[in-house]
């Protein structure tokens, strides 16, 4: 079965299409296009995290999303050839882990569009069954890095950064996955003021690199409960949006040290986390934004020195398609009516077929 899998993180950067044949459950990548947000939606989107929204805005965006998700679908299509399925994430504009989450992108209007059905709406049916709702990536880490001897920890560096341990010879239940807190979110937001709006995200570390880590800022940022806490833990914008961005910003630092600082929060709190997993000497694979990011990686690598860090570009997994293969795959599931969570991972009382279908 050929699948879309449309994801659109926190980061807020665009739609990603992975296109993915799936046969007996094993799944091959047939091609990716990501297509950034019109610049109007995606101020709009960041504006909703920092002042109340009408409930009208609420409604007319979920319906602009599903239209800019089913052009990005037919793109890749017209690029890739016809789909027989879609799983589209949508994008998150909240999320409370274990209590509620609301992701937008109206799966009628995709499947009107594109005449074909629709899995959406993952993260609740989770929560419903007792989980956090997040995160839902790790059964597809399995799928696809599991070892029989080796223990490796698959590692997303999006706008939130999580972890998903697979011990050597693992089952599924024995699966370890959580938020380990930012992940780009905090040096994204650092590097667009730092610009005038003109960047996005600091372009290869090039900003952090230049600064100096506020060593007092980053041991208080670091006192944060949440990362003591034991997993099932998720995350959210709630956690590192704006208001987050202010307390970074009253300890008067600059936003040169600020972006150094927050990068080297991104990889202590990763790495407090691979260690409190019991994974500190794995291999860990790295996707997401942050793969591209050297100066994050060579912070994580120095906090980290047992583990062999490699990116999932070197398993065949491009870095920047995994989440929408992930989703490409948790679609299938659900169509098929098996299991998309991993209880070990989220907290659910049980495993369930994630999502609802839109023919």
């Given at each position: ?305 047992g583990a062999a860090i490699a990116t999932s570009g070197d398993y065949g ?23 998309g969570n991993l209880p070990s991972a989220t907290g659910a009382r049980r ?9």
């Amino acid at each position: 079965m050929r699948v879309a899998g449309v994801m659109s993180g926190t980061s807020l950067d665009g739609i990603d299409v992975a296109i993915v044949d799936i046969v007996r459950g094993r799944a091959r990548t047939v091609g990716f296009t990501s297509t950034p947000y019109p610049a109007r939606i995606r101020e709009e989107l960041l504006r909703w995290y920092r002042e109340p929204v009408e409930i009208e805005r609420v409604s007319r965006l979920n319906f602009e999303l599903g239209e800019l998700y089913a052009s990005a679908v037919e793109a890749a299509v017209r690029r890739h050839g016809a789909v027989e399925l879609i799983g589209c994430h949508g994008q998150t504009v909240y999320h409370s882990g274990g209590k509620h989450t609301l992701q937008l992108g109206e799966s009628a209007v995709l499947a009107e569009r594109t005449g074909v059905p629709v899995v959406a709406n993952f993260r609740a049916r989770d929560i419903a069954a007792g989980g956090q709702g997040a995160p839902l990536v790790p059964l597809v880490d399995y799928l696809l890095f599991r070892h029989p001897r080796r223990t490796r920890v698959a590692l997303n560096i999006g706008g939130i950064a999580n972890v998903t341990v697979i011990p050597a010879g693992a089952k599924p239940e024995q699966v370890v996955a959580f938020d380990t807190g930012p992940g780009n979110m905090a040096i994204d937001a650092l590097a667009r003021e730092y610009s005038g709006g003109k960047l996005r995200y600091d372009r290869g570390g090039r900003i952090a690199v230049s600064g100096k880590i506020d060593h007092k800022l980053l041991d208080r940022l670091l006192s944060d409960a949440y990362y003591r806490r034991e997993p099932p833990k998720s995350a959210g914008r709630e956690q590192y949006g704006s208001e987050f961005i202010a307390r970074m910003k009253r300890s008067g630092t600059g936003l040169t040290d600020l972006i150094a600082t927050a990068t080297v929060l991104t990889a202590a709190t990763i790495a407090g986390g691979v260690r409190q997993s019991g994974a500190g000497e794995a291999e860990l694979i790295v996707s997401g934004g942050g793969a591209h990011n050297p100066v994050l990686l060579a912070h994580l690598a120095g906090f980290l020195p047992g583990a062999a860090i490699a990116t999932s570009g070197d398993y065949g997994i491009d870095v920047d398609a995994k989440e929408a293969i992930a989703f490409a795959v948790l679609a299938w599931r659900s169509w098929r009516q098996r299991p998309g969570n991993l209880p070990s991972a989220t907290g659910a009382r049980r495993a369930v077929p994630l999502g609802n279908i839109t023919r």
